[in-house]
T-cell receptor, first 113, second 114 residues
């Protein structure tokens, strides 16, 4: 199993541009999450999904959109990128059984200039 | 409002000694807690968890203690090894309430000195 994969690994965007961060998992997990980690900070939840077709906002959803058309994929869309969105983005997935741990992807480092 | 707090940004410990990482939470609805370890340029990896019905959970060198009345948990690593040097995050959730959102602390950078 590849686990959770994210693309791209790095990206530089200009202010106002848009992009989609891709996330896929091959563990048949229903739950998927997007987090951002700013320097010296913990992970902040952007959006999450409890299954295909169902998404909900996390702590910091403004400026982002998500969709979940399949169990495997959970893309994160940035519209009109702003410098405040410079961060490292992590996608994670989780199964339904204990110990309820999340499996994280390797992250995407995004810089908006 | 920081619901999960790790008040020590960093910790240095000699190899072979005990490392104790602390985490405090404010939301009494949390009933499941996890610790993750993160190396640079990698995603966090799960280390150990504890349900609120327990006060201790052990897995090899790692033990997590939960004090519900104080809303405090700690991770003990014994003996500490240089490979344990990483950032450790605690996270809290409330699965008994039907929610599977996780709130993370800001992390503690552990350095184990050889």
């Amino acid at each position: 199993n590849a686990g959770v994969t994210q693309t791209p690994k790095f990206r530089i965007l200009k202010i106002g541009q848009s992009m989609t961060l891709q996330c896929a998992q091959d563990m048949n997990h229903n739950y998927m999450y997007w987090y951002r980690q700013d320097p010296g900070m913990g992970l902040k939840l952007i959006y999450y999904s409890v299954g295909a077709g169902i998404t909900d906002k996390g702590e910091v959803p403004n400026g982002y959109n998500v969709s979940r058309s399949t169990t495997e994929d959970f893309p994160l869309r940035l519209e009109l990128a702003a410098p405040s969105q410079t961060s490292v983005y992590f996608c994670a997935s989780k199964g339904a059984e204990t110990p309820y741990e999340q499996y994280f992807g390797p992250g995407t480092r995004l810089t908006v200039t | 409002d920081q619901q999960v707090k790790q008040n020590s940004p960093s910790l240095s410990v000699q190899e072979g000694r005990i490392s104790i990482l602390n985490c405090d939470y404010t939301n009494s609805m949390f009933d499941y807690f996890l610790w993750y370890k993160k190396y640079p340029a990698e995603g966090p990896t799960f280390l150990i968890s504890i349900s609120s019905i327990k006060d201790k959970n052990e897995d090899g060198r790692f033990t997590v203690f939960l004090n519900k009345s104080a809303k405090h948990l700690s991770l003990h690593i014994v003996p500490s090894q240089p490979g344990d040097s990483a950032v450790y995050f605690c996270a809290a959730s409330a699965p008994a309430s039907g929610t599977y959102k996780y709130i993370f602390g800001t992390g503690t950078r552990l350095k184990v000195l050889a």
